[in-house]
């Protein structure tokens, strides 16, 4: 089976940096991808990520180590409007399609 | 991106009636859907796996004659909750994956807010 694990909740003031850590176990493992809720929304796609290293997209940016099993969003700059839950997600290879795992989500709160 | 839609929004039913959740795909062909559920404050857990034209496939422990899923055409995917009870209420969030842009891509809906009375 496959699981993965982030902290529940993160607190931080606006204009600071937030690391949310994700690692997971899985087998055939093909991509960690991140995504922002926003309460009573849809989750939205942040970043992908299926070779070691970083990936920047803007304020955010999103790490990933195949040998640790590990992966992190970085939040930069932070505003008022990031305060949502973020979820890792894997996608691993299956017969049926290529479906993601989420974690359990990360509630981060902005204070001004 | 590409957009996909759900439909309804939200819906309130009464215990013992069947609930019909439609999710399209609006400007891509999807190969495969995938149907979500979310309770409050928690994650979102695969319910079942779609490809067109195939019988969905269900994971362990949802039950496929409670939640039927039909993949008719590569743009529309419905999902039956049928004889709903309270424990059914919950935020059904369905994903279409397809060609876009030259490559495989993985698109969330609005997601469908069921409460059953």
């Known amino acids: 089976g496959q699981s993965l694990e982030q902290p529940s909740e993160v607190t931080a003031v606006e204009g600071a940096i937030v690391q949310i850590n994700c690692t997971y176990q899985t087998s055939g493992f093909y991509g960690l991808s991140w995504y922002q809720q926003h309460d009573g929304g849809a989750p939205t796609f942040l970043s992908y990520?299926?070779?070691?290293g970083l990936e920047e997209t803007g304020r955010f940016s999103s790490f990933l180590s195949r040998s640790d099993s590990y992966g992190y969003l970085l939040l930069q700059e932070l505003q008022m409007k990031d305060s949502a839950s973020y979820f890792c997600?894997?996608?691993?290879?299956?017969?049926?399609?290529?479906?993601?795992?989420f974690g359990g989500g990360t509630r981060v709160l902005v204070k001004p | 991106g590409a957009v996909v839609s759900q439909h309804p929004s939200w819906v309130i039913c009464k215990s013992g009636t069947s609930v019909k959740i439609e999710c399209r795909s609006l400007?891509?062909?999807?190969?495969?859907m995938f149907w979500y559920r979310q309770f409050p404050k928690q994650s979102l857990m695969l319910m079942a796996t779609?490809?067109?034209?195939?019988?969905?496939?269900?994971e362990q422990g949802v039950e496929k004659d409670k939640f039927l899923i039909n993949h008719a055409s590569l743009t529309l995917s419905t999902l039956t909750v049928t004889s709903a009870h309270p424990e059914d209420s919950s935020f059904y969030i369905c994903s279409a994956r397809g060609v876009v842009r030259g490559g495989y891509e993985q698109y969330f809906g609005p997601g469908t807010r069921l409460t059953v009375t």
């Open positions: 779609s490809n067109e034209g195939s019988k969905a496939t269900y």
């Open positions: 990520n299926a070779l070691d």
């Open positions: 400007d891509f062909q999807a190969t495969t």
């Open positions: 997600a894997v996608s691993a290879i299956k017969a049926a399609g290529n479906k993601l795992t």
